[in-house]
């Protein structure tokens, strides 16, 4: 999954539980989106994974607590454009006298 993950990327935490090297709770909330700052490559003491990640919440995180969530895609949307609107002449048009 590391090679996947870049900076930048969008993650969704799907695990929450509590450290499972020391047994503290974690800062984390589950179903919560977090931004990738950094990708280490350093394999997690659980041997589940080969890659801690920094989103920004305490330190590094296993990757396992995390599923790559895909880029959003651009959609595309037609404007209508504004046309201005056609005005007529001050006046109306039998003011003017005419010579006969």
């Known amino acids: 999954m590391s ?8 993650v969704l935490c799907v695990n929450a539980a509590p450290n499972h090297v020391t ?3 974690v800062p984390l ?7 990738v700052l950094e990708v280490m490559d350093f394999a997690c003491p ?6 801690l990640l920094d989103v920004g919440v ?3 995180w296993c990757q396992t607590r ?5 880029k959003p895609k651009a959609s595309v949307r037609t404007r209508r454009a504004s046309k201005p609107k056609e005005l007529e002449p001050a006046g109306g048009g ?3 006298k005419k010579d006969v």
């Open 3 to 10: 090679d996947a993950l870049a900076p930048g990327e969008l």
């Open 29 to 35: 909330v589950a179903g919560e989106t977090y931004r």
């Open 58 to 60: 305490g330190f590094a």
């Open 46 to 51: 659980c041997g589940r994974s080969d890659a």
């Open 23 to 25: 047994g503290e709770p």
């Open 94 to 96: 039998g003011s003017e």
């Open 66 to 70: 995390f599923r790559h969530l895909p």
